[in-house]
C-alpha cells in the first residue's frame, strides 16, 4: 500500500489514505461505501493474541497478507462484539481492515489483547 498515492474513482472524485488516531475509525455517513485501513504491530516475539472487533457494517481483516476475519453482515459499530485471534511474529506485522457501510453511518473499532503491554503501534514499520 503506497500512502502518498491518490486514487482516482469512476465518478472523478479523487481518494487518498489519510491519518486517523484512536481506537474508533469514523467514516461517517454515505450508503454503499467502502474504505481501508492499514496499520503495523511490533512484536517482542511470536504470539498469539485476541483481537477484539466492533464494525459496521461488513468486515475484512488480513494480517501479514492473510485473513483472519470476515465477516459482511449487518451490525452496529459497538466495541467488542466480534473477535478472533492474530498470530504475531517476531517484529513488525503489518494489519490491513476493508470496512463497507450499507446504509447510515458507520465506523469499525480494533483493539488487540496486550495485557502486559509489550506490542507497539505504528503508521508503518520504524
Not at 486514487?7 to 455517513?29: A, F, I, M, S
Not at 517484529?91 to 453511518?105: A, D, E, I, T, Y
Not at 489483547?113 to 509489550?118: A, E, F, W
Request: charged share 25%; aromatic share 12%; with cysteine.
Amino acid at each position: 500500500q503506497d500512502l502518498n498515492a491518490t486514487y482516482k474513482l469512476p465518478d472523478g472524485r479523487e481518494v487518498r489514505w489519510r491519518e486517523v488516531k484512536g481506537g474508533t475509525v469514523g467514516l461517517g455517513g454515505g450508503d454503499w461505501q467502502v474504505a481501508y485501513g492499514l496499520t503495523h504491530v511490533w512484536s517482542p516475539d511470536e504470539r498469539t493474541i485476541a483481537l477484539f472487533i466492533g464494525k459496521d457494517d461488513a468486515l475484512k481483516v488480513w494480517l501479514n497478507d492473510g485473513v483472519i476475519f470476515d465477516q459482511n453482515t449487518w451490525s452496529h459499530a459497538i466495541p467488542d462484539s466480534f473477535f478472533t485471534t492474530m498470530k504475531l511474529r517476531a517484529g513488525w506485522n503489518k494489519v490491513l481492515v476493508k470496512c463497507g457501510n450499507w446504509n447510515g453511518g458507520w465506523a469499525f473499532m480494533l483493539r488487540p489483547g496486550d495485557p502486559d503491554q509489550k506490542l507497539r503501534f505504528a503508521r508503518k514499520p520504524e
